[in-house]
C-alpha cells in the first residue's frame, strides 16, 4: 500500500529516505492555527492530524505521515522566526538554558489511525551576540522552530540532548516507524 509523507519539510523526507522507505511527498495546504488553551503536545498533534487528514481526503487508500514541531521555553511556544530580528530573539531566550522540543505525528490509513508526541529536552550553551549574528546570516534559522537547526550548524548550540533526536530534526524516526507496523504498514 502507498505510503504518503505530508510536509514539506526536507528534513523529514531524508528521515524516511535514512529508514529505506519508499513513499511520496504531498504537502497538505492546513492553515496552522495555534488555539491558545492546547498544551505543546496538543498543538503538535492536533497540527499532524491536520496535515494527514488533508492529504488523506484526495487519498484515502494510503498510509498519511503528517508531522509537526514545536520549540517551547518558559511555556512560551516558538515557531518559525519571521524576521531575523525575532529570530536572534528566540536564541538570546535559548541561551545557556533547556528548552523542550515537542513532535507531533499522526499516521492515517483507511481503517485506522494513531497520534502521538514525542518531547526533548535540549540545553544550549551560553550563546555570544556574534554566535548569534553569524548563525542568522547562514539563513538556516528562518524555517526552523525555535530558530535553530540541530542537524546544521545550530548543532554548536547544543550541550545536552535528553529525548529522541531525531524528534528535534522533526520525526521520531524509531516511534514513527514502530507505529506504522501496528497499524499494519508492510
Not at 511520496?24 to 492553515?31: A, G, H, T, W, Y
Not at 528566540?90 to 499516521?107: D, E, F, N, P
Not at 550563546?127 to 550548524?153: F, H, N, R, S, V
Request: aromatic share 8%.
Amino acid at each position: 500500500m502507498k505510503l504518503i509523507l505530508a510536509s514539506s519539510s526536507p528534513r523529514r523526507k531524508q528521515l524516511l529516505e535514512m529508514a529505506n522507505l519508499h513513499f511520496d511527498v504531498l504537502v497538505s495546504d492546513i492553515d496552522e492555527q495555534i488555539q491558545q488553551n492546547e498544551t505543546p503536545e496538543q498543538i503538535v498533534q492536533s497540527l499532524a492530524y491536520q496535515k494527514a487528514k488533508a492529504v488523506q481526503a484526495a487519498h484515502s487508500d494510503a498510509y498519511i505521515i503528517g508531522a509537526d514541531t514545536v520549540v517551547v521555553y518558559n511555556g512560551s511556544v516558538l515557531g518559525k522566526p519571521k524576521t531575523k530580528e525575532e529570530a536572534a530573539d528566540m536564541l538570546r531566550m535559548l541561551s545557556g538554558k533547556t528548552h523542550q522540543v515537542y513532535t507531533g505525528v499522526a499516521i492515517v490509513s483507511p481503517e485506522k489511525e494513531a497520534v502521538f508526541a514525542e518531547r526533548t529536552e535540549v540545553t544550549f550553551w551560553d550563546l555570544t551576540e556574534t554566535d548569534i549574528y553569524e548563525y542568522i546570516e547562514t539563513g538556516e534559522p528562518m524555517d526552523k522552530a525555535g530558530a535553530y537547526g540541530i542537524q546544521g550548524k545550530g548543532a554548536l548550540f547544543v550541550k545536552r540532548i535528553e529525548g529522541d533526536y531525531f524528534s528535534v530534526v522533526g520525526l521520531p524516526l524509531s516511534r514513527t516507524i514502530r507505529e506504522l507496523k501496528k497499524l499494519g504498514w508492510q
